[in-house]
C-alpha cells in the first residue's frame, strides 16, 4: 500500500469475548491487558487469569487453543521464536514454553523487587518495566535459569518498555519518557528524559520518533534521532484514557481506553491529527500490529481483531462477533 493513502479499520471486527472469560471461578471479568501477535499466534495477558493462546491464521474466525494460569498477574507478554514472556506482576518475569501453543508450560521464573508490568526481549536479555522498582535487565540465555544482572531506578513507575537499538525508552508515569542506554545490559544508564504533562503509560519507537502513550495528555511525538537529545516535535490530544499505541504503515493505533480505538495519521510527526475512532465494547488497553491487522486487548472483551484496509471501504459501524463457535 502506498503512502498516500490512509489504512483505516475493516467492518468485520471479531470480538473473543465468552472465549477469554477467567479461569478462575472468583472473577468474572473479561479480561485482556496485553497482546502480542507472532506467526500463528496471538499471546493475550489476561491478569489474574494467566496467559491466553489465540489461533490467528484465519483472523476472521480466531481460536483460543490455550491458556495458561500464571502465579500473579499476568500485564505484559512478549513472543518471540519459542517463548513467551510474561511480566506477571508480583511474581515478576515467567518464561513459557510455547514451542506446542496448545501446551504452552512454565520453565522459568524470576521475581522482580517491583511489580512487573511489561516485558521486552533482545538478543538474551529481557527488559522489564518494574513499576516502582524501575528497569530490570535480565538474562535470558538460559531460559530455566532466568536471573538479573541490572536494576535502574527511574523517577516514577516503570509502565512500559520498548528496545531500539542500543537503548530502553520507559513509559515512566510521572517520570515521563526515560531513555536508558543498555549498549552494556549490566550497566544501564539514564542518557535522557522528556516530561509529560500526566502520566506516560506506553511508548513504542519507530525511525527517528517515539510515540508516548499520556494517560491524560494524549500523543506525544519525540524526536529521538539523537537519543540523548530528544525533542516533542508534535502531539495531539485524544478525549479518553490513553494507554497503548502502536504504529501501523502511516498510522498510530492508539488504545485510549474508555474511548476504544483511536486512528492518528503520523505522516508528519509535529502535525498529529486523529483521523478515525472505533468504540469497543469495553476499555481498550493495548494494541498491536502484524501485517495488516491490529489485535487490541481489553477489559469486558478480552481480545478484539481488526482488519486494517483502505479507507474507500470502511464500514464505521462494524460488526462484532462474540465466541461465533
Known amino acids: 500500500m502506498t503512502r498516500n493513502v490512509f489504512l483505516l479499520l475493516v467492518c468485520t471486527t471479531i470480538f473473543l469475548s465468552l472465549m477469554l472469560v477467567t479461569a478462575r471461578a472468583d472473577k468474572e471479568e473479561l479480561l485482556g491487558l496485553d497482546v502480542y501477535a507472532v506467526g500463528h499466534h496471538a499471546y493475550v495477558a489476561g491478569g489474574a487469569s494467566g496467559l491466553y493462546v489465540v489461533d490467528i491464521r484465519r483472523p476472521t474466525n480466531p481460536k483460543l487453543v490455550a491458556s495458561l494460569d500464571t502465579p500473579g498477574e499476568a500485564k505484559g507478554v512478549y513472543a518471540i521464536s519459542s517463548f513467551a514472556y510474561v511480566a506477571g506482576g508480583s511474581a515478576g518475569l515467567q518464561i513459557v514454553d510455547i514451542r506446542n501453543p496448545a501446551s504452552p508450560k512454565i520453565i522459568g521464573s524470576v521475581e522482580t523487587p517491583g511489580d512487573a508490568r511489561n ?151 509535529n502535525s498529529l491529527s486523529i483521523v478515525a475512532s472505533y468504540q469497543t465494547p469495553g476499555e481498550t488497553r493495548n494494541v498491536h500490529g502484524l501485517a495488516s491487522t491490529v489485535y487490541v486487548a481489553g477489559l469486558g472483551f478480552g481480545l478484539g481483531v481488526f482488519d486494517v484496509i483502505d479507507r474507500s471501504k470502511l464500514n464505521k459501524n462494524g460488526h462484532f462477533l462474540v465466541n461465533p463457535d
Open 119 to 269: 516485558v521486552e526481549v533482545f538478543g538474551d536479555y529481557a527488559c522489564v518495566a518494574d513499576a516502582q522498582a524501575g528497569l530490570q535487565v535480565i538474562n535470558i540465555r538460559d531460559t530455566r535459569h532466568p536471573r538479573i544482572v541490572a536494576s535502574i531506578d527511574t523517577p516514577g513507575e516503570a509502565h512500559r518498555v520498548h528496545v531500539a537499538g542500543d537503548h530502553a525508552y520507559v513509559a515512566d508515569g510521572s517520570g515521563g519518557l526515560q531513555i536508558i542506554n543498555i549498549k552494556r545490559p549490566a550497566e544501564p544508564r539514564i542518557v535522557a528524559s522528556v516530561s509529560a504533562p500526566g502520566d506516560a503509560r506506553a511508548v513504542h519507537v519507530i525511525s527517528d520518533y517515539a510515540y508516548v502513550a499520556d494517560f491524560s495528555g494524549g500523543i506525544y511525538a519525540i524526536d529521538v534521532s539523537n537519543p540523548t537529545r530528544p525533542s516533542v516535535a508534535g502531539s495531539v490530544d485524544t478525549p479518553g484514557e490513553t494507554l497503548g499505541v502502536y504504529p501501523l504503515y502511516d498510522l498510530l493505533i492508539v488504545a485510549d481506553g474508555s474511548r476504544g480505538l483511536l486512528l492518528i495519521d503520523n505522516r508528519e510527526p
